[in-house]
């Protein structure tokens, strides 16, 4: 089997999502995801990251993800790159899954539980304790709310008065006073507030048994992350802000964080996330998948939950379940009463919904083409004894381009870019596509 081509597909609304269809030579088809500026990731997707697959085994999924970041590493990887990667390598697993006829979570050891409990995120300042009982009714044991966001603008997050304190406290305490402790209440600080105030806040909540404090800080520095856990005993909780294992690594080593909150479709996809749980259930910490997006991201992380042991809770927006993912997306994400159960269906196990595609806002784009890449030819690594001769060769030819002395208009205009692995003239498939390109050759001849 090989990878045919890669085709992203946009919408206006919701517009910043994106969705990433590999299409194989036998027919399958996998699905991915990602959220967030969805033209640069289309870019990205695109003019870096597709022609490495072309042509190419899908189930190829770790060297793959291998050869994707270390292209996007180059310049620091995450943003845009890292999004794109998410999405290309969840519907990697979506292909593998189907051609092996089970679910991906099948393909990642098996299932550990059938079904993993859901919280509603999102929730109203106003009416908190109202909107509590209705989750109750509906199955839910936790909901998440966010209201320190709208005092932290006038001081930039260093200062909050006692009004405003008791203003963010209110639609906690409602909730208290409607349903007693029947519902876990979540706190999300969007990073917007300085240790000290941050400490305020926490210890302001303990006495209304919040399940976590979430962002209250930037996760910029973690022995500050670990002040705040040392000072309220409320569990810290780190989120989707961090990519990759690397960036989580040194939060969970020095203990200033008690959940994870991994969001699949920006840190790497199920491959990383998978990584990220494993590594955290080597230090004793849950992991609760981060969700406010699409519904591709459910059905994916609703794997990873199903495989991995150390998985406390999944997150889901109740108005988008019961809104716009059902235009979009067939069979729903299986959430009932409270609960995420197991996909049943071979791969991610959902689809596009084909009426998508006739939508007047829709923009789609393929990619067909595939790239060489230096020590490998269409089986994977080209091993043997000139192994090393090759390798050196093709990189000799990458440093002698550099060496040529383009200046920024030429790489512009030659569409070269100033690396191999892309620049201002449009990335890895304009440098390998050709060969020796012509404006390669004009400038060996004026030397």
């Known amino acids: 089997m090989k990878i045919e081509h890669i085709e992203t597909v946009r919408v206006g609304d919701p517009a910043d999502v994106i969705w990433v269809r590999i299409h194989t030579d036998t027919g399958l088809v996998g699905l991915g995801e990602t959220w967030y500026a969805s033209k640069t990731v289309e870019s990205a997707v695109h003019d870096h990251f597709a022609p490495l697959i072309v042509g190419r085994d899908p189930f190829a999924i770790e060297r793959h993800w291998l050869n994707m970041f270390r292209l996007s590493d180059h310049a620091g990887y995450g943003g845009a790159e890292m999004r794109a990667i998410s999405a290309i390598d969840m519907a990697l697993w979506d292909i593998k899954g189907q051609a092996a006829g089970v679910p991906v979570y099948e393909l990642l050891g098996g299932a550990v539980r059938k079904k993993i409990r859901v919280y509603a995120t999102g929730a109203p300042f106003v009416g908190a304790g109202e909107l509590a009982r209705e989750l109750i009714d509906d199955g839910m044991i936790a909901m998440k709310m966010g209201p320190t966001i709208s005092v932290a603008t006038p001081s930039e997050g260093q200062y909050l ?4 304190l008791d203003r963010v406290l209110k639609p906690f305490r409602d909730v208290r006073d409607a ?16 240790l000290p105030v941050a ?27 670990r002040q705040l856990q040392d000072a309220t005993s409320t569990p810290v909780c780190i989120s989707e802000r961090l990519l990759t294992r690397w960036q989580l690594r040194e939060f969970i080593e020095n203990g200033s964080a008690q959940i994870v909150m991994p969001d699949l479709i920006w840190t790497g996809g199920i491959s990383e996330t998978n990584r990220i749980a494993v590594m955290a259930s080597a230090h004793q910490v849950p992991v609760a998948p981060h969700d406010a997006t699409g519904p591709v991201n459910i059905f994916a992380c609703a794997h990873i939950c199903m495989n991995s042991p150390n998985a406390m809770i999944m997150e889901h927006v109740r108005p988008y379940l019961y809104g716009w993912y059902g235009e979009f997306v067939d069979p729903l994400p299986p959430i009932e009463h409270g609960w995420l159960s197991a996909p049943q269906n071979p791969g991610i196990g959902t689809r596009l919904r084909p009426e998508v595609f006739e939508r007047p806002d829709c923009e789609t784009r393929v990619t067909d083409e595939s790239v060489a890449i230096p020590g490998m030819n269409d089986e994977g690594w080209a091993g043997g004894d000139n192994f090393s001769e090759k390798m050196w060769s093709e990189m000799e030819e ?5 060496s040529l ?7 512009l ?19 390998y596509k050709n060969g020796d390109s012509d404006a390669k050759d004009e400038k060996r001849g004026d030397r």
């Open 179 to 194: 349903v007693g402790d029947d519902i876990k209440i979540a706190n999300d600080g969007h990073g917007k507030w300085a």
């Open 413 to 431: 205009s030659s569409g070269q870019g100033d690396t191999p692995t892309g620049g201002p003239g449009g990335g890895i498939a304009t440098w």
């Open 405 to 411: 002395g383009y200046s920024d208009a030429e790489r």
């Open 398 to 402: 990458i440093m002698e381009f550099r």
């Open 161 to 164: 008065s006692s009004k405003d």
């Open 199 to 225: 400490i305020q806040i926490a210890k302001a909540m303990e006495p209304l048994d919040i399940m976590w404090q979430e962002d209250l800080m930037p996760l910029l520095n973690p022995d500050a992350l």
